[in-house]
């Protein structure tokens, strides 16, 4: 079994820039690939990051030139960097875990953390 813990997410104004982090605890071994999604208000939950074990990254189009993840396989954190923050970033992040690929949606999901963008 895997826990995930989302942290990082608040209010912040346009143009700005936020870390949001993951933390995972129990089985190391079944995080496999981990990822970032978010749920807009009134939107199906979106693929935004995915970083392998390996490193290896893939990014959805829409956010690849403002979002940066990456992980850290000794302390079971994943993060997303998100620059130059847009109203329409405004969302529910969550944090994934589990996936055997870079495309594939992993089996377990934090809570999530909100993004609250304003202009």
């Known amino acids: 079994q895997v826990q995930l813990v989302e942290s990082g997410g608040g209010l912040v104004q346009a143009g700005g820039s936020l870390r949001l982090s993951c933390h995972a605890s129990g089985d190391h071994f079944s995080l496999r690939t981990m990822g970032w999604y978010r749920q807009r208000p009134g939107k199906q939950r979106e693929f935004l990051a995915a970083?392998?074990?390996?490193?290896?990254?893939h990014y959805a189009d829409s956010v690849k030139s403002r979002f940066t993840i990456a992980r850290d396989n000794v302390k079971d954190t994943m993060t997303l960097q998100v620059d130059r923050l847009e109203v329409e970033d405004t969302a529910v992040y969550y944090c994934?875990?589990?996936?055997?690929?870079?495309?594939?949606?992993?089996?377990?999901w934090g809570q999530g953390t909100q993004v609250t963008v304003s202009s």
């Open positions: 994934n875990a589990g996936a055997s690929g870079l495309t594939s949606i992993g089996t377990y």
């Open positions: 970083v392998s074990s390996g490193g290896t990254r």
